[in-house]
């Protein structure tokens, strides 16, 4: 549980909150800002920022990062059975991306043996264009392979995107509002965590949300998607069925491929969840191959016995029926790509290294993350090859088991059901 049963039956979030200007902090622990759910001594803040510099959140933020420490002991102590840490983070600010890192790294070595998943937010030139993003996302990037177990990825470019399409929430919208990403960012965390927080048989730990998802320990990074899609202050009552979000949900891992231009991407593992009172367990299962089948590419998106499911009889909130899904995808590597190649243009004309420098920064820190980055963009590369390469021994394998062409070899080769789940009632 991530929440903690205070007193008079009051749940608490188990939370530290931390930013490196103190404004927002004293703006959330306002009344208006819910402040009163959480505890006054979680609230970590400094002064004067970090001016969008890595160097400074990571190598400045060594006073801050001790009261931290001290506040994540506190709560890991309040624990009966500590399961491990979630780090809810930016990846273009300094205070996210480099204190973030420093936090994460002395979580690792306090709680060796505990989990640490990260929800990691990656900037947009769109959204946000400033000039260091592409530094502080590539040397946040490069820490999260080492120090993370599950990094669940939330692209700027596919939450805007999706936000732009309002598939299921009433048309489109032509610009959405940091509310509406952070709306749909709050989603997809509750619907990852809600093995967690609920009784199943899927993900009951953060261990085991690990297990279904991750085949090789550095490919631990992750697509998430949500359905239906839905704004700020919107409800949806609509009795979806399996069927139905299944189809929205892969078309959110689609909207990930389409967004990386990834058109030969390969979605190596994905996990299912879905929520509603009439997905309550019954002992029926409902197969998932008619909706897989339409919803996805077959030919680099086959999923052969690598989806998992389950059903969980509380709704979200605001919503009848619901859906999250977590995707193992190789798209991913157009988010490292994507500022690989921008932060590597810089350094070839020294743009703002001073910036770092004057941190106490080392210049081959630099190297050394792009090595990580550049070591795993290829290990990528290579599963896509490998993928096309055998598409062909698939197809022929594929047509002497079930005598039809390959065009529904996503439609044959899913056999994942979900468990316990009967069809809604309509």
Known sequence: MNLLNGAGGVYVPRAVLVDSDSSLLNTIGGRQGGGNAYRKENFVGGHGGTGSNW???YYGGGEMSKRVADAVRSEAERCDRLQGFQLVHSLGGGTGSGLGGRVLKNVRASYPNRAAHTYSVAPWTAVSDEPAESYNASLSLARLIGCSRATYLADNRALFDACCSGAGAGGARAAPAYADLNHLVTQIMSGTTTGLRFAGRLNADMKKCTANLVLYPR????????????FRGQTDACAYTVSELAKQLFEAVRLQRRCAGAAEAVVMAAVMTFRGRSFAPRGGDVPLQPCTGRTTDPEHCWLPDNLKTASYGVPSHGLKNSGTVVANTTAVRDVFERYFRRSTSMLAKRELLHLYMEEGMDSDEFRVAHEQIESL????????????AGDDVDRERHEDDFGQSSTNKGLQATTSTVDGLDPPMT
Request: charged share 10%.
């Open 55 to 57: 160097a400074k959140g």
């Open 219 to 230: 490919h631990h990074f992750f697509v998430p998607g949500f359905a239906p899609l839905t």
């Open 377 to 388: 963009m290829a290990e990528y590369l290579s599963i896509e090859q490998n993928n096309s």
